[in-house]
């Protein structure tokens, strides 16, 4: 049966004749030793990947996999058993499985398995499947964009550009009763040039994407946007000088630098790091954290975007939660499983990179709103500093905040003017710190194009960030310049 136009009911049930009481029986199973409470987790993925680099397509592949993953939870602790082999047989070993790595004992509410329901919204409805694009279709595209990258400036050396798409049906089946099903497309074009002038190489990257329509990916003013804001960048890194170091006033520009916000701030606020008081916002709810001028939300309700989705990986409607508002903290990203445990409702962002994988709090979308200074007004305010446009890799601790960010495109601001583009820049703080060293913030947010992607505990997910521009007081930047 294809997966393209099939429902997951017809995926996971009706093609292997599993009815509602194989299903019950299978929590029942799960159930027997008194644990709180289980789940199943359906999955079928298709994943399809074109690549081209040097003018010439390198890679093709598709892949499909499927599986069903089994849960068992018992007060904190989890049992968990996979199989790739969806069966009467194979889900009820994994029950047995998954129970006897909880054996706790709780108090289930066991509930009859209901009818299936689909999400009452759809925040990605589309006509085809983005894996039903033809290949011939992808390969002129890629080919149209090496064209274009290498038209703007005869120092583009090479071009790499790639086109990822994938279709995921899941079907959710709690001990409540709720059997929930979610069909997840989710597509994504990425570019990077390289440009050389004599021994000196710099690259460039850009890119978008997410649950939606592919056609939008093939608009010739967005493919032309990035081919060309990837050489941009690739020709800027040979004009730009060694960046300075020491401490001084920072502009982060908007959309893409939110990523500083998700990896410094994001994941602390995260149920499970807080329910183990190993997270530098633990026991801070109600108090402030940050600057006034500062309110931080995580929405999976966007339409259309990288991070979003009708429901999380357990079933839950995902929602828009406020953080931070007016620099108090309010809230944390909740699973079921930490919700109970620190008697807070979920909040939509119990998520896992597939059926293999436990759910646990992630993000979705992860921005902070807008402020009422202008960009313009911003940058004039700062007689001596960095302007960060873009960032590459980075690292930071969750317990202490602490962070490293490396910037893929900065300048200096000189007597309130943007000048000279510099390379090497690095960014070092501290989270919480950063966030009350906030002394304006743009009326410009902007989300990223599309192209996050999330690591936690080995597993890896899609999210979105965004920021207005932001003006940050006294950060440490690290250089290069002698």
């Known amino acids: 049966m294809s997966q393209h136009s099939s429902t ?37 993925r298709t994943n399809e990947v074109v690549a081209l680099e040097e003018g010439t397509v390198k890679k093709t592949s598709r ?49 009859s398995v209901q009818g299936i329901r689909h999400p009452q919204r759809d925040l990605y409805s589309l006509p085809t499947a983005p894996t039903a694009i033809p290949l011939a279709e992808k390969i002129t595209l890629l080919q149209r964009i090496d064209e274009e990258a290498r038209r703007y400036d005869p120092r583009i050396v090479n071009v790499m550009a790639s086109i990822a798409v994938e279709q995921k049906h899941v079907l959710i089946l709690s001990s409540s009763g709720e059997m929930v099903a979610d069909t997840q497309p989710l597509l994504r074009l990425q570019v990077s040039c390289i ?16 649950r939606m329509d592919h056609h939008l990916l093939f608009d010739t003013d967005r493919w032309q946007t990035f081919a060309r804001e990837a050489a941009r960048q690739a020709i800027l890194g040979l004009e730009a000088a060694p960046a300075p170091a ?11 630098p939110g990523i500083l916000l998700h990896e410094a701030i994001g994941h602390g606020l995260e149920g499970d790091f807080n329910r183990k008081k190993v997270s ?43 953080l931070i508002e007016k ?40 921005f902070m709103l807008a402020g009422e200074s202008t960009p ?61 060293r906030i002394s304006l913030v743009g009326n410009d947010l902007q989300l990223d194009e599309g192209v996050g992607t999330c690591g936690k505990e080995g597993q890896s997910v899609p999210v979105g960030v965004g920021l207005p521009t932001i003006r940050i007081d006294g950060l440490t930047v690290g250089g290069t310049q002698a």
């Open 8 to 44: 997951p009911e017809q995926i996971f049930l009706t093609s292997r004749d599993l009815t509602a009481q194989h299903l019950q029986a299978t929590l029942s199973t799960a159930l027997e030793k008194r644990a709180d409470y289980a789940d199943l987790y359906f999955e079928a």
């Open 63 to 111: 892949s499909l996999s499927q599986g069903v993953g089994v849960r068992v939870v018992a007060d904190d602790k989890t049992g968990y058993a996979h199989s790739d082999d969806i069966t009467v047989d194979t889900l009820q070993i994994a029950a047995r499985t998954a129970r006897t790595i909880a054996h706790e004992t709780g108090s289930p509410q066991i509930a």
């Open 195 to 210: 440009a050389a002038d004599g021994n000196n190489r710099q690259q460039g990257s850009h890119g978008g994407g997410g």
């Open 246 to 256: 020491g401490t001084m006033t920072v502009v982060l520009g908007s959309g893409w």
């Open 280 to 322: 530098a916002f633990s026991d801070l709810l109600g108090k402030k954290v940050a600057s006034e001028l500062c309110t931080v939300v995580d929405d999976g309700t966007l339409p259309n975007r990288r991070g979003s989705l009708n429901v999380d990986d357990e079933g839950t409607p995902t929602g828009r939660t406020i």
């Open 327 to 366: 620099g108090i903290l309010k809230g944390y990203l909740q699973d079921k499983l930490n919700a109970r445990l620190m008697k807070m409702p979920p909040t939509g962002n119990g998520r896992r990179e597939s059926f293999a994988h436990i759910p646990m709090p992630r993000m979705t979308n992860t």
């Open 376 to 436: 313009e007004e911003i940058i004039a305010s700062v007689p001596r500093g960095l302007y960060a446009v873009s960032f590459g890799g980075g690292q930071v601790d969750i317990t202490s905040g602490k962070f490293v960010f490396s910037a893929s495109e900065a300048y200096l601001i000189e007597d309130g003017k943007v000048t000279r583009p510099v390379k090497g820049a690095t960014l070092i703080g501290n989270g919480p710190d950063v966030l009350t």
